[in-house]
């Protein structure tokens, strides 16, 4: 199974952090749905879940729904505190998230939202392709992708693609040498 770990980054790096006062970039979400879509499905942690279905924090046509853009894909959930979610499976760990997947008959993981979960497949040599959104923004604070340095290890990654999304987002996609 191919497993695509996607973010958005500033500019200087950081996760973006949203809040009622800097929503996501309407560029970023849409590239989003579009690769979940794509794969069938989408991998998030709990928090980030949350916060995908908080009007304060994404607009109406961009919430996980029954009726919205992610309407009829497979979305997993990693959490080790909540064990159930309607709607939606909940999994304790990467490999987990990826038996399910793949006994669903799915060929391609989308790993979104969240330092902990990406750093969790990152550390365990999950990941074949990285997608970055760089927003036009700089953030003073913000966590960072692999946080986890006791049990990363250096990877090779190989330039795919770049490609502007407009909203003056910019893409990266990198293939992880594993």
């Known amino acids: 199974m191919k497993t695509i770990l996607w973010a958005t ?13 800097n929503l996501p970039k309407k560029e970023a979400l849409d590239d989003f749905a579009t690769h979940a879509k794509a794969a069938g499905n989408f991998v998030v942690g709990r928090r980030t879940f949350e916060q995908m279905q908080d009007p304060g924090r ?19 959930v ?3 505190s909540i064990q159930d979610i309607p709607g939606v499976t909940v999994v304790r760990s990467p490999q987990e998230a990826l038996d399910y997947l793949q006994g669903k008959g799915h060929h391609t993981a989308l790993i979104s939202g969240g330092a902990d979960i990406h750093n969790s497949f990152l550390s365990q ?16 604070k913000g966590l960072h992708l692999m946080i986890d340095t006791d049990h990363y290890t250096f990877k090779d990654v190989q330039l795919l693609d770049t490609k502007p999304l407009g909203g003056g987002v910019v893409q990266m996609h990198y293939a992880v040498n594993r």
């Open 9 to 21: 980054l500033t500019a200087n790096g950081n996760y973006a952090q949203t809040s009622p006062d």
């Open 58 to 76: 994404v607009p109406h046509e961009e919430r996980v729904n029954a009726d919205g853009p992610f309407a009829g894909i497979d979305i997993v």
């Open 78 to 80: 990693m959490s080790k």
């Open 125 to 140: 040599g999950l990941v074949d392709e990285v997608i970055f959104n760089i927003a036009p923004v700089l953030e003073g």
